[in-house]
């Protein structure tokens, strides 16, 4: 099955029909037709963002026609540890995680979070000294 196959049973799957989802978007059934027909590696930039963020799937991906679905954070952290527990979680959670093309296995999402431990106890030391400057 293509790319573009399984993006449109994606799309009838979240939007019911495919004039809903250019609808939706704000293109015109014809162009995405078209984009169907010739292939999502030859629509514009533009048009590729409004699709992926409609389908919330990944652009990179879809690039190299595949479907990743892309999570979405309700509340967005503003502490740095928020974020660093939130890149924990989801590396704890994520499967198939490759760094450079290479899979990275339990001992590598380990380090990894060991990693984001020490950069939180950095910028904790960093923020405390800068307050007593102050």
Do not use: W
Request: proline share 3%.
């Amino acid at each position: 099955m293509t790319v573009e196959e399984r993006l449109k049973e994606l799309i009838i799957e979240k939007f019911g029909t495919m004039k809903d989802f250019t609808d939706h978007i704000g293109i015109p059934n014809s162009t995405f037709a078209n984009i169907l027909r010739r292939g999502v590696q030859n629509a514009n930039v533009v048009t590729i963002i409004k699709i992926c963020q409609a389908l919330s799937i990944s652009t990179d991906d879809l690039a190299e026609g595949k479907i990743v679905p892309i999570s979405r954070m309700i509340i967005a952290p503003t502490k740095v540890e928020d974020i660093i527990e939130n890149a924990k979680r989801e590396l704890m959670n994520g499967d198939n995680l490759t760094l450079d093309g290479h899979p990275l296995d339990e001992s590598d999402v380990y380090d990894i979070v060991l990693l984001l431990d020490m950069m939180v106890e950095v910028e904790k030391k960093r923020l405390k000294k800068k307050d007593e400057i102050k």
